[in-house]
């Protein structure tokens, strides 16, 4: 099994289990992407995404919607959601995310607030490298 890995820190972790890997997995072209992700998953936890079709269907999604959402898919308890830096050709050049635990991302902060946080501050991200 071969697995494209996310380096945070001093750990590596499958990209399909992080908002910043599925985010930089969505907007890359689709023939990189089916390279990258052409074998089993890892699994990391009982809530990882291991299955092909499902990350490639959810990948579809976050482009339309313009964030990515980690739902306890990494570790128990923990939600995170990120959101592409682009570039002004609309190049992807990586993420933003942030993690919250489950029983403070729900409902209403789950769908809007959060969402809305993380993409904006990704555009001030990609405003501030356009003008400095």
Not at 78 to 95: F, H, W
């Amino acid at each position: 099994m071969t697995t494209l890995f996310l380096s945070i820190r001093t750990r590596c972790v499958p990209l399909q289990t992080t908002a910043i890997g599925k985010t930089v997995l969505a907007y890359t072209p689709s023939e990189q992407s089916t390279c990258i992700v052409h074998e089993e998953l890892s699994k990391v936890i009982d809530n990882t995404m291991t299955d092909r079709e499902t990350l490639f269907t959810e990948l579809a999604v976050i482009c339309q919607r313009g964030y990515a959402m980690n739902d306890a898919e990494r570790g128990d308890g923990m939600r995170c959601m990120g959101a592409p830096i682009s570039e002004r050709n609309d190049e992807v050049l990586g993420a933003v995310s942030v993690s919250v635990p489950t029983s403070r991302m729900y409902d209403d902060r789950l769908e809007n607030e959060i969402p809305r946080w993380v993409r904006s501050t990704a555009s001030v991200i990609k405003i501030n490298m356009m003008y400095s």
